[in-house]
């Protein structure tokens, strides 16, 4: 097992793209070059035959045959941020020239370039200034005569394996992906551009399958605080990027709307003139969609995720009629699933996942004057398929007598959020936090909020799980200062001492905000 460290193969790949120095691929049929240490020796590794087929047609190369070299694998050493184990420093990425996209692929290149054209400039200058320097040195050959053309792709005459499998042939198919996946989302752009095989891998979502079930995943939080603008941060370096705008729609635009992340996927729900409407973002595409409708269409209600499946719960409809449905869905198909209902209808709840099942929390049952609040909490089983109740289950409630006591609050629904299986909450009047016993079925105070994580009555502020570690976001109300803070804190550590990860200059009102583990 790699134990979590990116392998060195991969590095060759990114370090000699920023770098341009030595190839560490082939292009244009060309061999790869020798890479030594420092004391000029090598390491015996080889790779070969990583290009792209479709510009052989265009290779008017004419140097004389030439053994291939060794490639020189460099040796990794990383730091961590959740799962993903990297240091731009010591892979020796130049993090200046990492293009900034959620999955690192940049949006000209997207939009503008056909897939043939991905690799980057550097790389082709550095391609064509290391071929005029070598011409003279032979130093790079034909293809082998135990080599022949099939679809476009070399494979050596009497094995028929194409390089379609190979990606990292040396290693074989199945350890290069224990490689690549071990990579930050952040550089597989640049591990796209290498060759046809890579760009395959990492844009038609494979990766992620096998990051998935490799437990190898790495938490990017997407926050919008512009109507109609979203942007995702990269915690472990430190990056900001901007997704594409939202299709406009007035009325969309001024709804309420409730978020969700789910697989590579990023759902926004919102409301047309006369029915409710999903938007989905994929990073895979880096693009909007119309989202898969709900078999129940809701807003209002409570949600989480839970690898490539979401469940959807409560609610109210287009009528306003409070909902005890609930329903599951998978982004790997992108359809819905209805669930059995819960025990109790209820609108304004929140959900998480914990101990694989689901939890919904709190929110308000009954009608007009019926109206009350929901002390209690529903536990869903995924196996047997059935909803359990759990008194005293929404934060800063757990003392009270019973749910018709409870008068119907003006504030956001229970700000909750499970990290190592544990349930946190913030509350927002004392700015506290505080977490669920379990076994007593009771809040305890642990700590306090970051102080400048301020709301109104709860809106406007964002408590979420982001891997190992509990996340706020949030800005003061003051007049003038248009900023948000990003603030962390690893409950493993201790008592709340809250880590600022950033600030930005922004909107101070987080209208939604959402966790993407892929």
């Keep these: 097992m790699l134990e979590n460290r990116s392998c060195e193969s991969c590095l060759v790949f990114a370090r000699s793209c920023q770098e341009e120095t030595k190839w560490a691929y082939m292009y244009n049929g060309k061999r790869p070059l020798e890479l030594a240490d420092s004391d000029g020796c090598c390491r015996g590794n080889k790779l070969s035959k990583l290009y792209d087929s479709s510009n052989d047609d265009n290779n008017t190369d004419t140097s004389s045959p030439q053994d291939s070299r060794d490639l020189v694998l460099p040796d990794s050493r990383y730091q961590s941020y959740g799962d993903i184990k990297q240091s731009d420093s010591a892979s020796g990425l130049d993090s200046s020239i990492i293009h900034h996209h959620p999955i690192g692929l940049d949006e000209t290149d997207l939009n503008n370039r056909s897939d043939d054209d991905r690799l980057s400039d550097s790389v082709e200058d550095s391609a064509k200034e290391q071929s005029e320097d070598d011409d003279d040195d032979n130093s790079f050959s034909d293809p082998p005569e135990d080599e022949e053309e099939e679809d476009g792709c070399?494979?050596?005459?009497?094995?028929?394996?194409?390089?379609?499998?190979?990606?990292?042939?040396?290693?074989?198919?199945?350890?290069?992906?224990?490689?690549?996946?071990?990579?930050?989302?952040?550089?597989?752009?640049?591990?796209?551009?290498?060759?046809?095989?890579?760009?395959?891998?990492?844009?038609?979502?494979?990766?992620?399958?096998?990051?998935?079930?490799?437990?190898?995943?790495?938490?990017?939080?997407?926050v919008s605080c512009r109507l109609l603008q979203w942007e995702a941060f990269d915690p472990f370096r430190h990056r900001w990027m901007n997704l594409p705008r939202m299709p406009p729609n007035e009325c969309f635009t001024f709804s309420d709307k409730e978020s969700l992340a789910v697989g590579t996927e990023l759902l926004v729900f919102g409301k047309e003139v006369t029915s409710q409407v999903i938007y989905r973002y994929s990073i895979l595409t880096n693009s909007w969609t119309l989202g898969t409708s709900m078999n129940d269409p809701r807003c209002l209600f409570g949600s989480a995720s839970l690898g490539e499946i979401a469940i959807l719960a409560g609610g109210c409809d287009s009528q306003g009629n409070i909902l005890s449905s609930a329903e599951m869905y998978d982004s790997e198909t992108q359809k819905w699933e209805t669930l059995p209902r819960m025990t109790k209808p209820r609108k304004m709840c929140s959900g998480v996942f914990m101990d694989k099942k689901f939890y919904v929390i709190g929110g308000i049952g009954g009608v007009g004057k019926d109206a009350r609040v929901l002390t209690c909490g529903e536990e869903y089983d995924l196996e047997t398929r059935k909803w359990t109740e759990i008194p005293n289950m929404s934060p800063g409630r757990s003392g009270a007598a019973g749910d018709a006591e409870m008068p119907v609050p003006a504030g956001a629904p229970p700000l909750v959020a499970v990290v190592n299986n544990e349930l946190y909450a913030a509350d927002h009047a004392d700015m506290d936090v505080k977490k669920y016993d379990k076994e007593r079925k009771s809040w305890l105070t642990v700590g306090r909020l970051p102080e400048r994580a301020v709301s109104m009555n709860g809106w406007g502020l964002a408590f979420r799980a982001c891997g190992d570690r509990l996340i706020v976001i949030g800005g003061p109300r003051a007049f003038g200062e248009g900023f948000i803070e990003l603030n962390s804190w690893a409950p493993s550590e201790g008592p709340p001492q809250w880590n600022l990860l950033d600030r930005k200059q922004s909107g101070n009102f987080v209208y939604n905000c959402a966790v993407m583990g892929c």
């Design 154 to 222: 070399r494979i050596h005459a009497g094995n028929g394996s194409s390089d379609l499998d190979a990606l990292i042939e040396p290693c074989g198919r199945d350890n290069s992906i224990n490689c690549l996946i071990r990579c930050s989302r952040s550089d597989y752009g640049s591990i796209a551009s290498l060759n046809r095989n890579f760009r395959s891998l990492v844009r038609s979502g494979e990766i992620y399958k096998y990051r998935r079930q490799n437990g190898v995943v790495e938490h990017w939080v997407y």
